[in-house]
């Protein structure tokens, strides 16, 4: 397993070396959604009403923007971490 933004992570991922990154979720209390971010692939941000939902979504975008950057297929797993928002 490799983590996406790691030296050589793409080189890895199209070897076929499966890939992982982090994924944070906060919960949006104004608009009553999940907002996913990772800080590991640029342009990964999603919203959701549910947790389950906003897992599938972000695993989904994740799958999309890994394609679009290696031209080809990998196999990805996520770290979901959970932050819980503060009200302002």
Known sequence: MYRVGMPGW????????PVRLRINITQDLEANVY???S?????????AHT???IKTEA?????IL????LNTKAHAQADFNWHSAVPA
Do not use: F, H, S
């Open 35 to 37: 907002v996913a971010e």
């Open 59 to 63: 695993l989904a975008a994740a799958g």
């Open 10 to 17: 793409k080189l890895a991922a199209k070897m076929g070396v």
């Open 39 to 47: 800080p590991d692939l640029d342009g990964l941000i999603v919203e």
């Open 66 to 69: 890994l394609e679009l950057e």
């Open 51 to 53: 947790m389950d939902e």
